[in-house]
């Protein structure tokens, strides 16, 4: 009677397969009392250097090999660093490639972080990175803008619907070059700090628990409303 799906481009999909179906798009949702921006867990950086999250596990259908080769470009212009959260099979893969491109005394692989520790991590971070070649909505990315960091994000799945240029900035799949452009515009238009309140703005009003449990119990009570008429 009422079918979800994670993202606009799953649920388009649906509808091309079964046209008469109905199909909303309804993501899971984020904490956003826990995910929000608290004090930084890593040290802060000297003034105009800038700290560059990559919130990925590290399979390749995440992208990550693409923000690596894009690093180089990215420091050539602005100095920045970079942290890795996640693991995986493609990590020593990775690390050998940043040691390749020069580029290991920038990019710190961290591994698996608890989860209780994320939301200091984002809070550390002036801008997060989502390379991804495939993805759905991606709860990751929703947790680094509840933490007021603005995200730039492959142009790919449901990564379009949850941003637009006052949270962040997308860039081609699978192309460094158009990935370093889009950060080194982001880290040089002096509006990071005013991108990232917006972002937190945006997952509260549209992918915060309440507002996604809010419009389950909707549904549901429509389903039963319906069914109640029919008998």
């Given at each position: ?125 002036d801008l997060a990175i989502f390379p991804s070649l495939m993805e759905a909505t991606s709860i990751a990315a929703l947790e680094s ?53 917006e972002a937190r703005k945006r997952v509260v009003e549209r992918w915060s628990n309440e507002r996604l449990t809010d419009r389950h ?15």
């Amino acid at each position: 009677d009422h079918n979800l799906a994670a993202s606009a481009e799953i649920a388009a999909v649906g509808k091309d397969i079964a046209p008469t179906v109905k199909v909303e798009a309804l993501t899971n949702g984020v904490d956003t009392s826990f995910f929000r921006r608290v004090d930084p867990t890593l040290p802060r950086l000297r003034e105009e250097r800038y700290r560059l999250v990559v919130p990925r596990r590290l399979f390749s259908k995440n992208g990550v090999e693409y923000f690596i080769r894009a690093l180089p470009m990215i420091s050539a212009v602005v100095d920045v660093e970079a942290i890795v959260i996640g693991d995986g099979p493609e990590r020593a893969t990775l690390e050998s490639l940043a040691g390749e491109l020069g580029v290991t005394d920038r990019l710190t692989f961290m591994g698996t972080s608890p989860h209780d520790e994320m939301p200091g991590l984002l809070s550390s971070s002036d801008l997060a990175i989502f390379p991804s070649l495939m993805e759905a909505t991606s709860i990751a990315a929703l947790e680094s803008m509840a933490c007021e960091v603005p995200v730039a994000a492959s142009r790919v799945g449901g990564l379009p619907e949850i941003l637009n240029h006052e949270v962040g900035a997308l860039f081609e799949p699978a192309d460094s070059k158009s990935l370093a452009r889009t950060v080194i515009e982001l880290l040089q238009g002096g509006q990071l700090r005013a991108l990232g309140v917006e972002a937190r703005k945006r997952v509260v009003e549209r992918w915060s628990n309440e507002r996604l449990t809010d419009r389950h119990l909707e549904i549901y009570e429509a389903l039963v409303a319906r069914r109640h008429a029919v008998a």
